[in-house]
C-alpha cells in the first residue's frame, strides 16, 4: 500500500523552552531517527519558522544538520508556510505575505539560499481563495488541505487522485480526516495486515508521535520496516499524476465541522462572532497592527513588530474558543494561554517610543485590562465549578 504522510512540527515561538524540548526530544528527534534508520521511507513536513528560530537559541544546531541532510538525499520534502502560525484568512493580507517571505528567508537560511519548497501549509489548513490565490503568486505549486475543503462534507474524495483549485490554480492533495484522527502507525499496520492496499493520506501534528501518544510497542517503528508499504513525498506523488479534477475549494479548516460550514462558520474554533472574547481578541489585534503599521518610523518599530508576530499566532485564539473535544482532546480554554497572546499585543503598543503615541497606548491599556477581566472573569465562573 501507499502511504503519503505529512507532519506538522511547530511550537508558538513565544511558549516556554521546557515545552519546546518535551516536544523535540519526544516526537520531532524520534522522527528524524526513523527516517535516518529507513532510508526507503519518505515523508513531508511543515516546520514553521519560528520553531527553527527557537532550536537555534536552544541549542539544537545538530537536529538541523540531520534535517538538511534528509532533505539534500531526497528523502524528507518541506513545505513553506508562515513564520509565526497565523490564521492568515483573518489577518491582514500584507501581513500574510511577510510572515511566508521571513518563513522563506528562515528555510533559506539552513538549506541553501536556492532552496524553494513546492508546496505550502496553511497554519490549521485555513483556506480561502484569497489566500490561495496569493500562494500561488508567490511560486508554490500545491497545497494539503482537509478532505472537508471540497465541498463542505466529509468522504467525497477519491484518494487516488489529485485535484486542481479553480479559484488559485494550485494543486490540491487532500488528507484523509478519518485515518488521520488516530494513532496513524497502528492504522497503517492494521491496513497491511489486511492486505488493504488502498492509498492512505494523513496530516498530523508531529507532536501526536511521542508526546501526545505514547507508542508503547513501537508502532511506528515496526510499520517502517514493513515490505509491503510503500512511501512518497507529497510532490512526487502529484508529479506522477494526469489530469486533476477541477474544483472550487471552499472556505475551512483541518477542524472544521459540516453544520459549521453551512452556518457560514469556516474558522469556527479561532474566529466565532458569538464568541465574545474571541471577537474581542481580534478586534484588538487588528487594533495593534494598525497602531504598530502606523509607526513604522518609530525607533522601536522592530521591538513592536517582534510582539506583534508573536500575539498573531493561532493558539491565541484558539485557546479561547472553549470548545470540548471529548475523546480526542481538552477543553480549548486556557486563560493563561489566551493572556500570552494579549500580552504580546500590548508589548507591541508600548514599545513604540513616539510621544505621540501616548494617548492611544492609555486607550489600548484600558481595553487590555477589559479583555484581561472578561477571560479570567469567564474562567472563574464556568470552568471552575465544585
Known amino acids: 500500500m501507499l502511504w503519503i504522510n505529512f507532519l506538522h512540527l511547530y511550537q508558538p515561538v513565544n511558549t516556554d523552552g521546557h515545552v519546546i524540548k518535551e516536544a523535540t526530544e519526544m516526537s520531532y528527534l524520534r522522527l528524524i531517527r526513523a527516517l535516518e534508520e529507513h532510508p526507503q521511507i519518505k515523508f513531508t513536513f511543515n516546520i514553521t519558522g519560528c520553531l527553527f528560530l527557537r532550536w537555534e537559541e536552544l541549542g539544537y544546531q545538530d537536529l538541523i544538520k540531520r534535517l538538511n541532510k534528509l532533505v539534500l538525499d531526497g528523502q524528507l520534502e518541506l513545505t513553506g508556510s508562515a513564520a509565526y502560525h497565523a490564521l492568515l484568512p483573518l489577518i491582514p493580507k500584507e501581513e500574510t505575505i511577510r510572515q511566508i517571505k521571513e518563513n522563506e528567508e528562515i528555510l533559506k537560511k539552513h538549506f541553501g539560499k536556492n532552496f524553494k519548497p513546492e508546496g505550502f501549509f496553511l497554519p490549521e489548513m485555513a483556506y480561502s481563495a484569497d489566500v490561495a490565490k496569493l500562494i500561488k503568486r508567490l511560486g508554490y505549486k500545491w497545497l494539503i488541505l482537509d478532505e472537508i475543503t471540497y465541498n463542505g462534507r466529509l468522504d467525497q474524495i477519491d484518494f487516488n487522485k489529485i485535484y486542481q483549485d479553480e479559484n488559485s490554480d494550485l494543486k490540491i492533495i487532500f488528507r484523509s480526516r478519518k485515518d488521520s484522527k488516530c494513532y496513524v502507525p497502528e492504522l497503517i499496520l492494521k491496513k497491511l495486515k489486511e492486505k488493504n492496499n488502498d492509498i492512505s493520506i494523513t496530516a498530523t501534528d508531529g507532536e501526536l ?167 479570567w472573569t469567564k474562567h472563574w465562573n464556568y470552568y471552575w465549578k465544585k
Open 209 to 375: 508521535y511521542g508526546l501526545r501518544h505514547i507508542d508503547h510497542t513501537a508502532e511506528f517503528e515496526k510499520v517502517l520496516k514493513e515490505k509491503n508499504l510503500k512511501t512518497k513525498t507529497i510532490s512526487e506523488f502529484i508529479n506522477n499524476q494526469t489530469e486533476p479534477i477541477l474544483f472550487s475549494a471552499i472556505n475551512s479548516t483541518w477542524e472544521s465541522l459540516e453544520d459549521e460550514l453551512k452556518n457560514n462558520l469556516p474558522y469556527a474554533l479561532w474566529f466565532d462572532k458569538k464568541n465574545k472574547i474571541q471577537k474581542k481578541l481580534w478586534e484588538f489585534a487588528n487594533s495593534a497592527y494598525k497602531i504598530v503599521e502606523e509607526n513604522k518610523k518609530d525607533d522601536n518599530y522592530s521591538w513592536a513588530r517582534w510582539h506583534l508576530v508573536r500575539g498573531f499566532a493561532s493558539c491565541t485564539f484558539w485557546w479561547a474558543s472553549a470548545k470540548d473535544f471529548r475523546l480526542f482532546g481538552p477543553i480549548s480554554w486556557s486563560p493563561d494561554e489566551i493572556e500570552r497572546g494579549l500580552n504580546e499585543f500590548i508589548r507591541a503598543i508600548r514599545a513604540l517610543d513616539d510621544i505621540t503615541t501616548k494617548k492611544i497606548k492609555i486607550k489600548s491599556e484600558k481595553i487590555y485590562i477589559k479583555l484581561k477581566k472578561m477571560v
